[in-house]
Structures are given as structure tokens and as C-alpha cells.
């Protein structure tokens, strides 16, 4: 974890603004690991059709676990996001084409300033469906970079919610939010990555 995130993570109290969106009765569930959870929510909670979105822990062998654990390293665990959406508005295939320009898929050992197994890239799947829609995503994404793309497309597990106060992070502490995005060269980097290969 990187030492900023650490101490903005820290100082945080939940503020209450209770992001609420009423999910529609006929939604499914897509789970994104890319690096900071409080960025990939805010990237998520931008497209169209998604109606709700929930940070978390995925892949590891912990229950239960806390963010100081998987914050230190050692569970297993990615930071990630359980998104929910309305099929009938965005499709799956559509959410992982959002999905790419998030994240560095390059970058095997964490993302942007985050290091360590935690922050790491990855699209977990419910079924064989989504899997063939993500593997053929990651095929064209890799064309477009000429490179390899390191991010797994790995089978879903446990899923695990965040502390409250991770949840909305970026509309609870926006200003937290925006240093924090800036210093880590989130959107700098991305533009390096993909801001020729559209």
C-alpha cells in the first residue's frame, strides 16, 4: 500500500453521504480488480447502466478480512469491485471494454503508485459466458497494445465487502480523493498506455 493512501485511508470518517442508488430488480453481477478500489468504484460508477457498486476483497484465504490485512499483503486477497448492473442497459461484454482504459494491464506487480499482489489487475468470472467475453476482450486489448496483457481472467470466489468508509470514497472525501489520484499518476499512466490505441 502505497504510504499516501495509507495515511488518507487513516484520517478517513465516514461521512455519512450514504451513496444509496436503488439497484433495478433485474441486475447481474460483474466483479473488476483494478488496483485502488476507490478509483475503479469511481471509474464504474460512471458508465451507463451500471446501478450500483460495492468495494471489496476477492481471491483469498482469509474470511472476513479486514483492509489492514489485505492493505499489509500475505492474504491473497485483490481490492476489487462488485458491480451490479441492468442488463437490459449495458451488456457484460460492454463493462469489460470499459474495464481496460481503467487499469494498466502491463503492470503484473500492482497499479500506478499501489505495489504489491493486492493491487493487481483482474477480471473475475460467474461463468463460461462471461469468461469467453473477457478472454476475447483481453485478446483485442492486446492487440491494440502489441504487448502481453498481464491481468487473469480468474473464476469468481467469495466476495467480500469493504469497511462503510471505503465504499463512496471518492463522493465522501473528494478532495482526499482527488490528491490521492493525482500523486499515485493514476491518469497520467493511463494516457501513456492507451492514449494512442483507441
Known amino acids: 500500500m502505497s504510504a499516501l493512501r495509507s495515511l488518507l485511508a487513516a484520517g478517513v470518517v465516514a461521512a455519512g453521504l450514504g451513496g444509496g442508488t436503488a439497484v433495478a430488480q433485474e441486475t447481474r453481477t460483474a466483479i473488476f480488480a483494478g488496483g485502488c478500489f476507490w478509483c475503479t468504484e469511481s471509474d464504474f460508477d460512471h458508465v451507463e447502466g451500471v446501478v450500483a457498486t460495492t468495494s471489496g476483497y476477492i481471491g483469498g484465504e482469509v474470511d472476513n478480512p479486514t483492509y489492514r490485512q489485505v492493505s499489509s499483503g500475505g492474504t491473497g486477497h485483490y481490492e476489487a469491485v462488485k458491480i451490479e448492473y441492468d442488463p437490459s442497459r ?14 494498466d494491464p502491463l503492470d503484473a506487480g500492482g ?13 473475475f468470472v460467474a461463468d463460461e459466458a462471461e469468461r469467453q467475453a ?6 483485442k486489448a492486446e492487440q491494440r497494445l502489441g504487448r502481453e496483457v498481464v491481468t487473469p481472467v480468474l473464476d469468481a470466489a467469495t466476495f467480500y465487502p469493504a469497511e462503510d468508509y471505503h465504499q463512496d470514497y471518492y463522493l465522501k472525501n473528494p478532495l482526499q480523493y482527488k490528491f490521492y489520484r493525482l500523486s499515485c499518476g493514476r491518469d497520467a499512466r493511463l494516457d501513456e498506455v492507451w492514449g494512442g490505441t483507441s
Open 90 to 103: 449495458v451488456s457484460y461484454e460492454s463493462l469489460v471494454e470499459a474495464y481496460w482504459p481503467t487499469v
Open 111 to 123: 497499479q500506478f503508485c499501489d505495489r504489491g499482489d493486492q493491487y493487481r489487475t483482474a477480471i
Open 134 to 139: 473477457a478472454e476475447a476482450s483481453k485478446a
